[in-house]
Nanobody
Framework: QEQLVESGGGLVQSGESLRLSCAASGFTFGDYVMNWYRQAPGKGRELVASISTTGEHTAYAGSVRGRFTISRDNAKNTLYLQMRSLSPEDTAVYYC?????WGQGTQVTVSS
């Protein structure tokens, strides 16, 4: 059974950092482009960052470029999102995605 499980969310203060992880199982993780999305209260789901199958290529939403870093470890079937200089505008549920697979989300809350 295909599964994505996010972890690493929490409550932090503005300016602090968090690292999200997404553990994949049940499919060939290294065959898929992987993405992080987020959804803030009352808003639609937003694509935050994407990474190619080998990790060589990455792309970011303008709102996080320079602060967030997406990476992957295909040997560990794990996707990461390093988030720095967090602000209250980054408060959202963060989701891991690859193809049609979605995780359950992890809450990130940034207080001012």
């Amino acid at each position: 059974q295909e599964q994505l499980v996010e972890s690493g969310g929490g409550l932090v203060q503005s300016g602090e950092s968090l690292r999200l992880s997404c553990a994949a199982s049940g499919f060939t993780f290294g065959d898929y482009v992987m993405n992080w999305y987020r959804q803030a209260p009352g808003k639609g789901r937003e694509l935050v960052a994407s990474i190619s199958t080998t990790g060589e290529h990455t792309a970011y939403a303008g709102s996080v470029r320079g602060r967030f870093t997406i990476s992957r470890d295909n040997a560990k079937n794990t996707l990461y999102l390093q988030m720095r200089s967090l602000s209250p505008e980054d408060t959202a549920v963060y989701y891991c995605n690859g193809d049609n697979y979605w995780g359950q989300g992890t809450q990130v809350t940034v207080s001012s």
